[in-house]
């Protein structure tokens, strides 16, 4: 069945540093990747997102590649901020699926002062 | 910015007894899903449902769970008897239509302890 993998599981970073997490998937006919971001007990917040015809797409510090080839995405944040500490999950619409976000295991972002 | 509204925030429940969480999707979307979160993990698909039928819905989304839209704003979810296993956040989002469906927008949740 659908799969997305997530890594990695937990991420430590220095205040401006740059954080990336990796996602693959496993249904090749996937056209849509969005990432979400996640605080303690809140919502799944759509922060950025990128569709099969594309293969990078940037909003100020936070930007996605995409392989379709190899099947992974991508999602890079630079000079990070204590703010940006959270869980991140990535997502994969499978074609064919009734809109069904099939989300990774999701990646917990400190950024330490 | 519009926002997917659900009630209750927070529920607890005896195990057996019947639960409807309630949302209000975003105004002009017209696609609306269920999902849920245990405590810890991540985000899973119960249902999606459009044109007032369901559309998919995983092996989670058993006999148990129903999905009814009363009115031109309502979405519910019913779980008829609930289970320890249910107690998890429930979330509804929404997404629209004309090459933005799959662009889906979550609730806040509906946090549900089942004891």
């Known amino acids: 069945g659908e799969n997305v993998e997530q890594h990695p599981s937990t991420l430590s970073v220095q205040e401006g540093d740059s954080a990336v997490i990796k996602c693959t998937y496993s249904?090749?006919?996937?056209?849509?990747f969005p990432w979400y971001k996640q605080e303690l007990g809140k919502r799944p917040q759509l922060i950025i997102d990128i569709r099969s015809n594309v293969g990078e797409k940037k909003d100020q510090r936070i930007a996605v590649t995409l392989n379709k080839t190899a099947k992974h995405f991508s999602l890079h944040i630079t000079e990070t901020q204590p703010e940006d500490s959270a869980v991140y999950f990535c997502a994969a619409i499978f074609t064919g699926g009734g809109n069904k976000l099939t989300f990774g295991t999701g990646t917990q972002l400190k950024v330490e002062l | 910015e519009p926002e997917v509204t659900q009630t209750p925030s927070h529920q607890v429940t005896q195990m057996g007894q019947e639960v409807i969480l309630r949302c209000v999707p975003i105004s002009n979307h017209l696609y609306f899903y269920w999902y849920r979160q245990i405590l810890g993990q991540k985000v899973e698909f119960l249902v999606s449902f459009y044109n007032n039928e369901i559309s998919e819905k995983s092996e989670i989304f058993d006999d148990q769970f129903s999905v009814e839209r009363p009115d031109g704003s309502n979405f519910t979810l019913k779980i008829r008897s609930t289970k320890l296993e249910d107690s998890a956040m429930y979330f509804c989002?929404?997404?629209?239509?004309?090459?933005?469906?799959?662009?889906?927008?979550f609730g806040e949740g509906s946090w549900l302890t089942v004891v």
């Open positions: 989002a929404s997404s629209g239509g004309g090459g933005l469906e799959n662009t889906i927008y």
């Open positions: 249904d090749s006919a996937s056209n849509y």
